[in-house]
């Protein structure tokens, strides 16, 4: 049981380019979401899923894409990096989409865009 | 929208000494979730504790403990006999319990960094 797995852990973009962050996990967990975390400002949602074929926006969803095609993957996609997408990535999980359910983070991307 | 307040960007302890880490939040819910978690150097996300709006008991985990206010709307954590492998950011989170279908959303303070000291 690896829990959830984020690749790749470092990764540094120019200006302009695409590039997609990858999110697994093998706990059969419904729930799954994507956090950035910069300085002084704590972690802030950019996208979630309740379940397969179902993702919806959070707190700072531009720039970037999801899809969850199937229970386990969870894919980030930044379709033009951008600067100000400097942050480190953390993708988590959860059995259901409930407090009642632990969330699991997995051990992020650091991404530095020039 | 909810907010969440840790004003202690750094905190210091000595080994075996206990520490009180400060959270306030803002909400007009009754009913919510508040978490503690700890980010040691590796990054990882680790939960600390859980406290449920509505249980008036203060959750506590071995050497973890909350005090739990709701009317002051205050969420702080003590932790007893510090060890050194407590130093790490710690990171406050508010889970509201009405957000249904929305997400599984934590919002997260900014943190505190804790340094144990021997």
Same mark, same amino acid.
């Given at each position: ?12 973009? *120019? ?100 | ?76 954590? *003590? ?40």
């Amino acid at each position: 049981n690896a829990g959830v797995t984020q690749t790749p852990k470092f990764q540094v973009l *120019k200006t302009g380019q695409s590039m997609t962050l990858q999110c697994a996990q093998d706990m059969n967990h419904e729930y799954m979401s994507w956090y950035r975390q910069d300085p002084g400002m704590g972690l802030r949602l950019i996208h979630y899923s309740v379940g397969a074929g179902i993702t919806d926006q959070g707190e700072v969803p531009n720039g970037y894409n999801v899809s969850r095609s199937t229970t386990e993957d969870f894919p980030l996609r930044l379709l033009s990096a951008a600067p100000s997408q400097t942050s480190v990535y953390f993708c988590a999980s959860s059995y259901r989409d409930s407090p009642d359910y632990e969330q699991y983070f997995g051990p992020g991307t650091r991404l530095t865009v020039t | 929208a909810q907010t969440v307040t840790q004003s202690q960007p750094e905190m210091s302890v000595q080994e075996a000494e206990t520490v009180t880490l400060s959270c306030t939040y803002d909400t007009s819910e009754s009913d919510y979730y508040l978490f503690w978690y700890k980010q040691p150097p590796s990054r990882q996300m680790i939960l600390v504790i859980r406290q449920e709006a509505y249980k008036q008991q203060n959750a506590t985990e071995n050497r973890f403990s909350v005090n739990f206010q709701k009317a002051a709307k205050s969420f702080s954590l *003590k932790i007893s006999d510090s060890q050194l492998g407590d130093a790490a950011m710690y990171f406050c989170a508010y889970r509201s319990v009405i957000l249904t279908g929305g997400g599984n959303k934590l919002t997260f303070g900014t943190g505190t960094q804790l340094k144990v000291e021997l």
